[in-house]
């Protein structure tokens, strides 16, 4: 008998201090499709939901998928679009009977009425499926994972790479459980340990430091404990006003074996006692700025880095501190990626190709914290509609948009003003452009560490630039008002 599998994808990373509600509009601009649209958008590409595709073939399932729906990080969630987004899957419940459910979550998504969504997107899921239909789902590594997330899905499987690269391998892994678990060869639970802590594991990077040992230890420990399945570790996002914030570890396995708690409060003292350890530095502009106009033989660009301004943890990405500074520096050949501005996108489109214009360029969602605007008359290069398909690693195969683009030619900076707000991981983002990176002596991408993957490969070298936006490591600067307290860096230390 063909296994039935409610499939769906809803993702967001909230920064509860932003002041932009993410809207439908805003899914509806990034990722959002509907039933067989979902085939024809994900299979063959290297993400979770290609993964769901290709586990049913594996496996011989019958996927039923109401909806996959994903914003680039900002604030919260209005109550409307989350009512959309979960009703889509709720609805759904009434096509089975399932046999399982298998879930593509972010883990730190919060709206204007939930603080924990996605743990109440699986109460309500359980209050229509019951309790004995398998849930595993799959989270992003900085997710702050919740009590009801680990109790209301047997399995969770949270990224193991930062750079994300592994979307798909997680994916194909929590559906070989699930199947497993359909065939009653094992019958797993989670828990969740959590520590006094608002950031730590070096913010999950995988190239070396606290995650990366943490990860090999985990991946020892399932290889050796008998019943354990699976263990995530995430850094959490600490830009979220919420209980549940911060680092964490699940342990998915059979049965409630108290040694697995044992194992998971071990690896996060282990968490604990690495809190200070950083691998990369970070600098100011005029350090970026110095390094930027060194003359010495350069092969490759130099790659800049605005952390602050991360649409990929709620940046508003229009912030323009590096670019002023770049252009101000005397810069040649440089490229920068992006300035999200709707209105100073449309007015290089009107006037075309070839075409002089003067823009007052970003800092316009939040004038107080990003103003003023920037100034700059330019010659438009290029337009487009803004659409291109990462070429990878990260989310390979998958297509996205910028909304109308154009680029913007300054003082020696190539700037590509867009429409939509995007974090800059995929070289695609320049060659859809008729820019090549690899040509120019400095590229600028609104990014923390996502970019790494692709750009950090072709770069004579990669700096970590403080422009002063809103995604500020000082946690200090913040109002946290529902955190647990006391909590590590706000008052412990």
Avoid at 336 to 350: H, I, S, Y
Wanted: aromatic share 6%.
């Amino acid at each position: 008998m063909t296994r039935r599998i409610l499939s769906a994808k809803i993702s967001h990373e909230t920064n509860t201090f932003s002041i932009l509600p993410t809207t439908l509009d805003l899914y509806k601009a990034r990722c959002y499709c509907r039933g067989e649209e979902i085939v024809k958008t994900f299979a063959g590409t290297r993400s979770e939901l290609g993964g769901h595709i290709d586990a049913a073939r594996k496996y011989g399932w019958e996927l039923v998928q109401p909806i996959a729906a994903a914003a680039t990080p900002g604030g919260k969630t209005p109550a409307e679009a989350w009512a959309h987004l979960s009703g889509a899957v709720i609805e759904a419940c009434s096509q089975g009977p399932f046999a399982g459910v298998l879930l593509a979550l972010h883990g730190a998504m919060v709206t204007e009425d939930r603080d924990d969504a996605e743990g109440n997107l699986l109460l309500r899921l359980r209050e229509k499926l019951g309790e004995k239909i398998p849930i595993a789902i799959t989270l992003d590594m900085h997710a702050n994972v919740s009590d009801a997330m680990a109790r209301l899905a047997n399995i969770l499987i949270a990224y193991r790479t930062y750079p994300h690269i592994d979307q798909y391998e997680r994916a194909m892994g929590a559906a070989d459980l699930l199947q497993r678990a359909m065939n009653g060869e094992i019958h797993p639970r989670s828990l969740v340990v959590r520590g006094p802590l608002l950031e730590g594991c070096d913010y999950g990077r995988t190239q070396g430091g606290p995650m990366s040992r943490l990860i090999a230890r985990a991946e020892q420990l399932c290889q050796k404990e008998t019943g354990i399945h699976a263990i995530s570790i995430c850094a959490g996002f600490p830009w979220a006003d919420i209980p549940d914030v911060g680092p964490s570890v699940t342990v998915t396995g059979d049965g409630e074996n108290p040694r697995f708690k044992a194992i998971a409060e071990d690896l996060m003292k282990e968490v604990w006692e690495t809190r200070k350890e950083k691998t990369v530095p970070l600098y100011s502009l005029e350090e970026a700025m110095a390094e930027a106009k060194n003359e010495r033989q350069r092969i490759g660009p130099l790659v800049l880095a605005d952390f602050t301004d991360n649409p990929g943890s709620g940046g508003y990405g229009d912030g323009i501190n590096l670019l002023r500074a770049m252009m101000e520096a005397g810069l040649r050949n440089a490229a920068f990626g992006c300035v999200p501005d709707p209105e100073a996108a449309q007015k290089c489109l009107t006037a075309g190709p070839g075409k002089e214009v003067r823009v007052a360029l970003g800092a316009k969602i939040d004038p107080k914290a990003y103003g003023p605007s920037l100034m700059i008359q330019g010659t438009v290069e290029h337009v487009s509609d803004g659409t291109f398909t990462a070429q990878g690693p990260m989310s390979k195969g998958v297509r996205f948009s910028m909304g109308p683009t154009a680029v913007l030619c300054c003082r020696g900076v190539r700037v590509l003003v867009t429409t939509h707000n995007i974090q800059v991981y995929d070289p695609q983002v320049f060659l859809s452009q008729k820019i090549d990176p690899q040509s120019c002596s400095v590229v600028a991408v609104k990014s923390w560490h996502h970019f790494r993957a692709a750009f950090e490969p072709i770069s004579r070298g990669v700096m970590l630039v403080d422009s002063g936006g809103l995604v500020s490591m000082d946690l200090k600067r913040f109002p946290y008002r529902k955190v647990r307290r006391p909590i590590w860096p706000l008052d412990l230390d």
